[in-house]
């Protein structure tokens, strides 16, 4: 069964529901005249309350139903959007022009070009840095640990 044949079929269940809907609130009716009327008060009431319930149930299969009935509307909608939005892009994509050429290509000699030595970024350390260089470069004298200099112990 389809999608078309099962909103059919659900839509056919909620105007049933819909009519029993109606003949319910007709008992209900009939029974409230009989209350009116001063038949046994117990038996009525204890009618009134057996068609109420039926009432509540009969109105929750409905909202039941109706959400299906709307959630499959939307799904057919959408797959009949899904299909005409497909189709108009391949009419689209058919009718475009494949590009030969990258659309980029004019920044490529820019990117290409050396930086003037005035535009590079210098970068600013501070003085305290070359101490720790010049340090450094004492401590590993020759890839050596400080421990394997013959200078290393002076009183």
Do not use: C
């Not at 109606?22 to 038996?43: M, Q, S, T, V, Y």
């Not at 290509?105 to 600013?124: F, G, H, K, N, S």
């Not at 003085?127 to 450094?136: K, T, V």
């Not at 401590?139 to 200078?151: A, G, I, V």
């Amino acid at each position: 069964m389809n999608d078309e044949q099962s909103l059919d079929f659900l839509k056919d269940k909620a105007n049933t529901l819909e009519k029993e809907v109606r003949d319910n609130d007709f008992h209900i009716e009939r029974w409230a005249r009989a209350l009116a009327n001063g038949e046994d008060p117990g038996r009525v009431i204890e009618g009134l309350q057996d068609y109420h319930n039926r009432q509540l149930g009969l109105m929750f299969e409905l909202g039941k139903t109706e959400a299906k009935i709307e959630d499959l509307e939307n799904r057919i909608r959408e797959q009949t959007d899904h299909e005409r939005e497909q189709t108009l892009a391949q009419d689209f994509a058919e009718g475009q022009p494949i590009a030969q050429e990258d659309y980029l290509d004019w920044i490529q000699p820019t990117l290409e070009a050396p930086v003037p030595a005035e535009e590079r970024p210098q970068e600013e350390r501070h003085p305290h840095y070359e101490g720790e260089d010049r340090m450094l470069q004492e401590m590993h004298r020759e890839d050596r640990e400080p421990e394997d200099y013959l200078d290393w112990w002076k009183r």
